[in-house]
């Protein structure tokens, strides 16, 4: 014999102002967006070990991957800075933060561009722990 337990349906929500749970991913969310800028243990720190990321350019990374490429600061990027970031939750332990980051880059010519990402992260609470389990980043277009 088999128990039919029925499920009901969990609310998304935005955060309120003032949450603390929103408030410390939006801390490591600029943390990760100034990485290039200011260095810091944020991959360590935010990233689950089970993390894969999809790049702009559509490769695909993970936590390892990221922790090798971080580099310290070259000074062919500066300027860094979260634009924006939202963040939803779906149930108790899963939330999306919607944002926007932008940078000044450099390119092989030595001049100046500003590259904007706007990317998807979700995040998982684990033992008591928010981490970063994926995220999905784009170039914004063009205006």
């Known amino acids: ?3 039919v337990v029925p499920a009901t349906a969990q609310e998304a929500h935005w955060a309120e102002p003032g949450d603390a749970t929103a408030k410390g991913m939006i801390d490591l969310e600029r943390k990760w967006a100034e990485l290039s800028c200011q260095p810091s243990n944020v991959v360590e720190e935010a990233l689950a070990d089970d993390f894969v990321g999809t790049a702009p350019d559509g490769r695909r990374y993970t936590k390892k991957d990221a922790l090798s490429e971080h580099r310290p600061p070259t000074g062919t990027v500066h300027g860094c800075k979260l634009i924006d970031a939202r963040v939803r939750f779906f149930a108790p ?5 919607y944002g926007r980051e932008s940078a000044i880059h450099k390119d092989p010519h030595g001049k100046d561009y500003e590259r904007e990402l706007i990317w998807t992260d979700t995040w ?3 033992n008591g722990k928010w981490q970063i389990i994926a995220v999905q980043d784009m170039a914004a ?3």
């Open 1 to 3: 014999m088999a128990t």
């Open 93 to 97: 332990g899963l939330a999306v933060v």
């Open 124 to 126: 998982v609470k684990r």
């Open 141 to 143: 277009p063009h205006s």
